[in-house]
C-alpha cells in the first residue's frame, strides 16, 4: 500500500476523536454542527475552517451549500485543487465521493488529516519566517493560532523566535 493511501486507512481512538471534536468546536463555523458526517459533506465548513487558519487562501463565495452529490463534489474539487495543493494535501476522488455520501468514520478520518497538515504547515512556516506567507499571516494580521504542533516546538526549542523583531522608524534629521 502507499503511502498516501496510508493516510486514509486510520483507526482513531476514542481520545482522538474527542481532540479532533474539541479542535472543530473551537473554530467559529457558519452553521451549528449536528452531525459531522452531514455537516462537513459539501466542503463549505471544511472551507471555512482552512479559512480560519490561512485567511487568504479560501474565498467563501466559491462553495455553495449544497444537498446533492454533484455540487458537493464540485466543492470538494475546488478545495482539493486551490486549497489543499497549497500544503501538499491530495484528496483522493474516491474519499471526496465518500465524504459527500456521508461514509461514517470517513470525515473523521480526513479531518485528522487536514489537522496535520495545517500544523505541520503553521510550524514549518514558524521556523522559517522567510516565507512569504509567514509575512501575511503572522507579521501583517499580528495573530497567531495555537496548534498543538507548535506548542510542542516551544517546549522542546527554547529558541524559536516569535517572528523578526521590529526595525525603528527612519529619522531623517542632521
Known amino acids: 500500500m502507499a503511502d498516501g493511501e496510508s493516510q486514509w ?6 481520545t482522538i476523536l474527542q481532540d479532533l471534536y474539541a479542535w472543530i468546536d ?11 458526517e452531514r455537516d462537513f459533506s459539501d466542503g463549505v465548513m ?22 446533492n452529490t454533484q455540487q458537493k463534489m464540485i466543492n470538494w474539487g475546488l478545495l482539493n485543487r486551490k486549497v489543499f495543493s497549497r500544503f ?12 459527500s ?4 468514520g470517513l ?4 479531518l485528522y488529516n487536514l489537522r496535520v497538515k495545517i500544523d505541520d504547515y503553521l510550524y514549518g512556516m514558524e521556523n522559517n519566517t ?5 509575512r501575511i499571516l503572522f507579521r501583517a494580521n ?3 493560532k495555537n496548534t498543538p504542533r507548535a506548542d510542542l516546538a516551544r517546549q522542546n526549542d527554547n529558541t524559536v523566535a516569535p517572528g523578526p523583531a521590529k526595525i525603528p522608524p527612519f529619522n531623517k534629521t542632521k
Open 101 to 104: 455520501l456521508g461514509k461514517t
Open 130 to 134: 522567510s516565507d512569504p506567507e509567514y
Open 142 to 144: 499580528n495573530q497567531y
Open 88 to 99: 501538499g494535501f491530495n484528496v483522493p476522488e474516491s474519499i471526496m465521493r465518500g465524504i
Open 26 to 36: 473551537q473554530i467559529p463555523l457558519s452553521r451549528p454542527k449536528k452531525r459531522i
Open 46 to 67: 471544511v472551507a471555512e475552517l482552512v479559512k480560519y487558519y490561512f485567511p487568504n487562501w479560501v474565498e467563501l463565495h466559491n462553495y455553495a451549500p449544497a444537498n
Open 9 to 14: 486507512d486510520l483507526e482513531l481512538d476514542e
Open 107 to 110: 470525515v473523521e478520518t480526513f
